[in-house]
């Protein structure tokens, strides 16, 4: 299978001025192949955001290449298609709202792209009921809460039908409710096929994903499953990173009953083991 997304030694610089350069990327090397659900984690300042920046082309690289389906991020012609395959959701939901009711703002990218009326009112449609926001749809975008706000984003790239959607620290703004529906929502798009990429410092987010990427110091320091990442609780704290807290408060409880599992990384497996466990103790 031919990778969606390639990254080949790749590096990047802010320019302060014209003497002065900061380094945030080194020599990174990865791709991601269609349907992946990949989190991408690090402690703040480690690179992570500007790494997935380049992922469509917001930022190009230094040195190296970053290449989707086939297309170089450099390639200024081709930025247009790169972004049609790879959409963005950034961490405020208000810079990406520009319309005054919910179904108009869903509607606005794809004006730009001349998309004709009767496919348009298609996809609004098919995009709004994915989020569960089709109720909101002739709703001021400004009267709806941080979750609901963040589902019409992920709406309005819906749209566009990408084959890939980043998170650029999409959930760090909202509470733990509205964190969980946008992940419901990640979750749901990615079982119907669709590559997800999640640029996150919530560990419990990071488990939902099948694939994690740790990158420390611009450079990839670990890169695998999910669960085989948190296993390494002593090398992740050394890189100011923490296992999920259901993954600590497993094994607290496994401490004291052995029977209790501590491979556990997402809460749906700790409510599994604790009904295990009780039908167990009642039998």
């Known amino acids: 299978?031919?990778?969606?997304?390639?990254?080949?030694?790749?590096?990047?610089?802010?320019?302060?001025?014209?003497?002065?350069?900061?380094?945030?990327?080194?020599?990174?090397?990865?791709?991601?192949?269609?349907?992946?659900?990949?989190?991408?984690?690090?402690?703040?300042?480690?690179?992570?955001?500007?790494?997935?920046?380049?992922?469509?082309?917001?930022?190009?690289?230094?040195?190296?290449?970053?290449?989707?389906?086939?297309y170089n991020t450099k390639n200024v012609n081709q930025k247009r298609a790169i972004r049609q395959?790879?959409?963005?959701?950034?961490?405020?939901?208000?810079?990406?709202?520009?319309?005054?009711?919910?179904e108009e703002d869903v509607a606005f990218g794809l004006e730009n792209i001349n998309i004709p009326r009767e496919e348009m009112r298609q996809r609004v449609d098919e995009a709004l009921d994915v989020v569960k926001m089709s109720p909101f749809r002739h709703r001021p975008p400004h009267h709806l809460s941080g979750g609901q706000k963040q589902r019409v984003a992920i709406a309005g790239v819906l749209a566009m039908r990408p084959e890939c959607i980043v998170f650029d620290e999409a959930t760090s703004m909202l509470d733990s409710f509205g964190r969980k529906e946008v992940l419901q929502v990640m979750r749901k798009m990615n079982d119907k096929g669709m590559t997800i990429i999640t640029v996150t410092h919530h560990m419990s987010e990071a488990a939902e994903a099948d694939?994690?990427?740790?990158?420390?110091?611009?450079?990839?320091?670990?890169?695998?499953?999910?669960?085989?990442?948190?296993?390494?609780?002593?090398?992740?704290?050394?890189?100011?990173?923490?296992?999920?807290?259901?993954?600590?408060?497993?094994?607290?409880?496994?401490?004291?009953?052995?029977?209790?599992?501590?491979?556990?990384?997402?809460?749906?497996?700790?409510?599994?083991?604790?009904?295990?466990?009780?039908?167990?103790?009642?039998?």
């Open 1 to 70: 299978m031919e990778p969606l997304i390639r990254l080949e030694n790749v590096s990047f610089s802010y320019k302060i001025n014209e003497q002065t350069k900061v380094p945030v990327l080194r020599d990174i090397d990865f791709s991601i192949y269609p349907g992946e659900y990949v989190a991408i984690i690090g402690h703040n300042g480690s690179g992570k955001s500007t790494l997935s920046k380049h992922l469509n082309g917001i930022l190009t690289p230094d040195n190296g290449d970053v290449w989707i389906h086939g």
């Open 85 to 102: 395959t790879v959409g963005t959701v950034f961490q405020h939901p208000d810079n990406q709202i520009v319309a005054t009711i919910v």
């Open 211 to 283: 694939r994690i990427i740790v990158i420390e110091g611009g450079q990839i320091v670990m890169d695998g499953p999910a669960r085989e990442i948190f296993k390494h609780k002593h090398e992740l704290e050394q890189l100011q990173l923490e296992v999920p807290a259901v993954s600590q408060m497993a094994e607290l409880i496994h401490n004291r009953f052995a029977e209790f599992s501590k491979d556990i990384i997402q809460e749906s497996e700790f409510i599994e083991e604790v009904v295990k466990l009780s039908k167990e103790e009642v039998s």
